[in-house]
């Protein structure tokens, strides 16, 4: 009940009285069993409609100033929490590190403990090799300054998988501290999902027997196992609301569990490179991958290109022939094709083969674009030297020998760099 009433981006309390303070929703759009964003963070996502933005009577101006007071918050509210005693779950997304990674916590958490959990392993490869994503990642928190982690738990929330080392891990650590569990993470990271399965596992184990069935509404002998199943599943637990609309969490969420403590839904924030910002709703579904990813390579040589619908492309300048291997939601339509059809390509495909943006007019809307070269030194065949990463897009392996002259083109302000590659 109580996250009903807050704004699922920012978690402020909503309300419909005014439209100049924080939570406002307009009336005509509060019904029942629904979940809201607050108009401020809707606007944050669809920024790119400022028409309509400004038809409410808002300015350009108040918008970046909304966002900004609102970024000046999160980072009040995390140093609150992180000053307390606590235990801070700390969730990563494993399908977009870079963006999810928040750069002020390291200097905020102290001596409290950090569990790390990194998410959504199920959209990478069956066969990645965790004992290298373990150094991976711990070289890439390093490298951020945040070298005290408890434990890192390398799970899916969504599937299941090794979630209950993770919960038990912090089960462990709430029993021999005493203190509360604060889960922290940029939105979307899987904070909500996260929390559910936390809760309805425990929910689940704590009652037994006729109390459970009681729990879950049904009789004794009178269910048959999928019911239960379903029950299990349905919201007999206390569900939190999941959504894909990155906002900004100003207030704790806060859920009990166990006897005396509580586990808190904590601030999200925006990562204002990421390439969801410049996307409506029906694009940031393609681009957020919901299944495992079907990992695609392709052998490039001087003059091709890669794109990736229509939101960027890598060309590839000079060297000798390369492997790029793209880590990309399937619904990303990936094309190869000769750099100098480029244009020709994207006039006649956008919106079609070339998706996202679902359209021409929504291709123009993205503004303009920005290249970025590179030059990078091949390690062999057998392992990638870098991955190329466009912020909340996904990443492309780099794979092969000698010199390579690249440049990748991409909206401007989308974040473009180098990183070691993670597989
Ligand atoms: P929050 O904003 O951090 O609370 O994130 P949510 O829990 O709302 O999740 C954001 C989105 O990520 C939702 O669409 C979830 O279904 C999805 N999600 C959460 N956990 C996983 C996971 O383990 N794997 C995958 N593939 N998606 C996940």
Redesign the pocket.
């Known amino acids: 009940e109580e996250s009903s009433s807050k704004c699922?981006g920012c978690g402020a309390k909503l309300q419909t009285e005014d439209p100049s303070t924080i939570g406002y929703v307009p009336p005509f759009k509060l019904t029942e069993n629904h979940r809201f964003v607050c108009q401020r963070c809707y606007y944050m996502v669809y920024r790119t409609r400022v028409e309509e933005h400004l038809k409410m009577g808002a300015t350009e101006e108040t918008t970046n100033k909304d966002i900004l007071q609102s970024l000046k918050l999160f980072e009040q509210r995390l140093e609150n929490i992180c000053s307390k005693r606590c235990i801070i779950v700390y969730?990563i997304d494993i399908f977009d590190f870079d963006g999810s990674f928040i750069d002020k916590l390291p200097s905020l958490v102290g001596n409290n403990p950090v569990v790390l959990i990194v998410?959504?392993?199920?959209?990478l490869p069956e066969d990645i090799n965790i004992g290298r994503l373990y150094l991976w990642v711990k070289k890439q928190c390093e490298a951020r300054g945040l070298s005290k982690i408890h434990r890192i738990h390398f799970?899916?929330?969504?599937?299941d998988?090794r979630m209950g080392e993770a919960k038990a891990d912090i089960i462990r650590l709430v029993q021999y501290l005493h203190s509360d569990v604060y889960v922290v993470?940029?939105?979307?990271?899987?904070?909500?999902?996260?929390i559910?399965h936390f809760l309805s596992g425990s929910i689940v184990e704590r009652k037994k027997g006729e109390e459970l069935l009681n729990h879950l509404g049904l009789k004794p002998g009178q269910f048959s196992l999928t019911e239960l199943k379903r029950a299990y599943k349905d919201k007999k637990a206390p569900q939190?609301?999941?959504?894909?609309f990155p906002g900004t969490t100003l207030n704790p969420i806060r859920v009990h569990f166990g006897r005396a403590h509580s586990m808190y839904?904590t601030p999200?924030i925006v990562q204002p490179h990421q390439i969801t910002h410049c996307l409506h709703s029906e694009e940031i579904k393609m681009v957020?991958?919901?299944?495992r990813v079907r990992v695609v390579s392709f052998r490039l040589r001087e003059g091709k290109c890669i794109l990736f619908g229509g939101l960027a492309r890598i060309e590839m300048l000079q060297g000798k022939p390369f492997f790029f291997t793209v880590f990309m939601s399937n619904e990303v339509k990936v094309h190869p094709s000769t750099t100098e059809k480029v244009n020709e390509l994207l006039e006649t495909h956008v919106g079609g083969l070339l998706k996202p943006p679902i359209s021409w007019r929504r291709y123009k809307e993205l503004g303009n674009f920005k290249a970025k070269e590179f030059e990078i030194e091949g390690v062999g065949w057998s392992q990638s030297s870098h991955d190329i990463v466009v912020s909340g897009l996904g990443w492309i392996a780099v794979t092969g020998c000698g010199k390579l002259k690249i440049r990748v083109v991409a909206p401007k302000g989308v974040g473009v760099f180098l990183r070691e590659p993670i597989a």
């Open positions: 699922v969730m998410n959504k392993m199920d959209l799970v899916s929330c969504k599937n998988l993470g940029c939105t979307n990271v899987g904070k909500s999902t996260f559910n939190l609301t999941t959504s894909s839904d999200g957020l991958p919901k299944k």
